[in-house]
């Protein structure tokens, strides 16, 4: 079992940073798959990083491409989302995945989450 805690969203002008965090105890992360994933209101969760435990090989959604970094500390057993340049567009509540298997793009790969944290930004 891994439980995973969210932190660091809140409320942003467009163009501002902010960067999230998820803690995880029960099982280190090195062993899976972390994903982040968010989800709007009236939409649908949509994948917008991963970082694959073995081999470090990262992926990001089109849209965030270039704007946000998917990093992790194996000491804190925590992964974390840099988000720069943000825009209104990336207001979602945001969620941390784990996944012991391969996929790492569809939300139904994923066996662990989080609570999520509300990411707000401003125009």
């Known amino acids: 079992q891994v439980q995973l805690v969210e932190s660091g969203g809140g409320l942003v002008q467009a163009g501002g940073s902010l960067r999230l965090s998820c803690a995880a105890s029960?099982?280190?992360?090195?062993?899976?798959?972390m994903g982040w994933f968010r989800q709007a209101p009236g939409k649908e969760r949509e994948f917008v990083t991963a970082l694959r435990g073995s081999g470090g090989s990262t992926y990001y959604a089109d849209s965030v491409k270039g704007r946000f970094t998917i990093s992790r500390d194996n000491a804190k057993n925590t992964v974390y989302l840099q988000m720069n340049s943000l825009k209104p567009e990336d207001t979602a509540v945001y969620y941390c995945?784990?996944?012991?298997?391969?996929?790492?793009?569809?939300?139904?790969?994923?066996?662990?989450w989080g609570q999520g944290t509300q990411v707000t930004v401003s125009s």
């Open positions: 995945a784990a996944n012991s298997g391969i996929l790492y793009y569809t939300a139904t790969a994923y066996e662990y």
């Open positions: 029960g099982r280190t992360l090195s062993r899976y798959i």
